[in-house]
């Protein structure tokens, strides 16, 4: 599967570890392909040296050294979401041909979209978990 990350999943797992730091290690165990995209990066750099600036420079560097997939963001728009910030990133996902948006955004979450699937990290990590 092609999994686009959001940035409040990069966040939970970088920054706080949990549920989406052991999805994260799940993840990079498998044959499935991390994506985030340019839009997704640059929000995640700067929400880091934002709130975190003592930290923001070692986990940026370190995240980069992961097998992530790093892609082109959509220069179109698609998709009508409640929240209007979400909507690059469904675009990114559809331009980058996502199976699945991991996301803990709540309006995400609701949105009934059938494709690309939505999944919270822990909805992902039960759905993958060996057991």
Known sequence: MRILIDTNVLISAFVFGGKAGKLFELLFESQHTILVSDYVDSEFKAKLFQKWPDKAEKVYSLYHTLPISFCQSSTELHGNLRDKKDIPVLSDAI??????????????????LESPQIFSPAMLYDFLSPS
């Open 95 to 112: 331009f980058n041909h996502a199976d699945i948006i991991l996301s803990g955004d709540k309006d995400f979450l609701e949105s009934a």
